[in-house]
């Protein structure tokens, strides 16, 4: 066996048994059941509908969002042949990691009351948005880093999202319940500049990576259902119900319908196959879900998600047409699973159609809804207008985050 083989064996064994030891210790000292009392602990929360909401309500929620972040996505980045085994299986490895290590770090910064942490469904939710995003990045990098390097990504990758996620969502009053900033973008343009700075000349194109047999679509198949099936959750998981109507969730399911769509009037006119395949749905299914992270639980109304969805998933195709191709020669942007065009542009895309739909809220609109969407308005401390400001400088500090942090971690 060849020694460098032999080498980065013993290095992931020595770092996930280190890891381990560390994250044992940390959550010996710090980490505590949640009482059921600590429902009020809340109002810490980015998401500070939280605390209005019954406590029991969220194991359903966890188990829609957990099984997102672990099935849906370890199983959307097994469409590439060379490395779909061995992606699903790192998948799974970043996302234990990452599980434990967001408690810890978001723990720290929320549910530190008396110098403890106190862990719930709720919790469990939080980090599995910040492992859904560094799942995301880890995408851009497919294939060009070991198991290893996968975990220092996943370190730094949940801290500096924690830290992108407290300044939007607590300090500066955000609402982006779905991710379209936190998880999409932040994700995708944090993986981009990893890519970047480990920029290999000699990779082979992404269409000769991709270019399989018949497995890979079969887990595109699956994967793509997984999103159908459970991202509506994931995107309303942090929203008030309250005996309201679920607004992300109806949204979300509207938007992926018409991204869908999308998909089967352009994919004849710009690829060479009549009938799309299963992977550039799953791409427009993807692109869908992230334009209505932010304006999910807002009035997009019925006929504006369909819009938004509509445009989304126009993004994935045009995007691996023409804009894909100049990241890579003139930009030197290796983006292996195509996160750019699958999260990031529609991410973007999702926190600007939110800022707009943010200068449109009003009581009159809104109703009772309006204290949970937006609290700092209805609480009459910050007008619309300083709240529309807030969410639209939100994309700009994401990006500056998500590309430094990114240049440093590669």
């Known amino acids: 066996m060849p020694e460098h083989i032999v080498t980065t064996r013993l290095q992931l064994t020595g770092l ?27 109002s810490q929360q980015p998401n500070c509908s939280w605390r209005h909401q019954d406590w029991g309500f969220q194991h359903p929620r966890f188990r829609d969002v957990h099984l997102q972040a672990l099935l849906g996505f370890g199983l959307l980045v097994a469409f590439l042949s060379r490395y779909g085994p061995g992606s699903v ?40 948005f910040c492992t859904a995003a560094v799942l995301i990045s880890t995408g851009a990098v497919l294939g060009r880093v070991n198991p290893v390097q996968m975990l220092l990504l996943t370190l730094l990758g949940v801290t500096l999202f924690t830290l992108n996620e407290y300044i939007l969502l607590s300090l500066m009053g955000v609402s982006d319940s779905g991710g379209s900033l936190t998880v999409h973008t932040f994700g995708a343009y944090f993986g981009l500049m990893v890519s970047r700075i480990l920029h290999q000349s000699h990779l082979e194109k992404r269409r000769e990576q991709q270019d399989t047999g018949q497995q890979p679509d079969v887990f595109a198949v699956v994967g793509t259902i997984y999103l159908w099936i459970f991202w509506p959750g994931f995107t309303s998981a942090t929203t008030a119900h309250n005996n309201a109507e679920p607004w992300a969730v109806l949204n979300t399911y509207f938007s992926l319908a018409a991204s869908t769509l999308a998909t089967f009037v352009f994919s004849p006119l710009l690829c060479e196959e009549s009938t799309p395949r299963v992977v550039q749905i799953q791409d427009a299914t993807l692109a869908g879900v992230a334009v209505m992270g932010m304006a999910g639980e807002m009035l997009v109304t019925p006929f504006g998600a369909l819009i938004a969805g509509f445009l989304a998933g126009l993004i994935p195709l045009l995007g691996f047409r023409f804009l894909t191709p100049v990241l890579s020669s003139r930009l030197k942007i290796q983006d292996t699973c195509g996160v750019h065009n699958i999260h990031g542009l529609p991410g973007v895309l999702g926190a600007l159609l939110g800022t707009l739909l943010t200068a449109l809220a009003t009581a009159d609109a809104y109703g009772g809804r309006l204290e949970l969407v937006f609290p700092l308005v209805a609480q009459g401390s910050r007008t619309t207008i300083d709240q529309m400001v807030c969410q ?7 990006l500056l985050l998500a590309t430094l942090g990114g240049t440093l971690t590669g």
């Open 89 to 128: 299986a790192t998948s799974i490895l970043v996302a234990a990691f990452a599980i434990q290590w967001a408690v810890l770090i978001q723990g720290f910064l929320y549910f530190f009351p008396n110098g403890k942490i106190y862990v719930g469904a709720q919790s469990m939710v939080s980090a599995d």
């Open 16 to 42: 996930c048994f280190l890891l381990q030891i560390l994250t044992i210790i940390l959550f010996a000292v710090f980490v505590r059941y949640s009482p059921e009392s600590s429902a009020g602990l809340c």
């Open 392 to 398: 639209l400088f939100a994309l700009p500090v994401t």
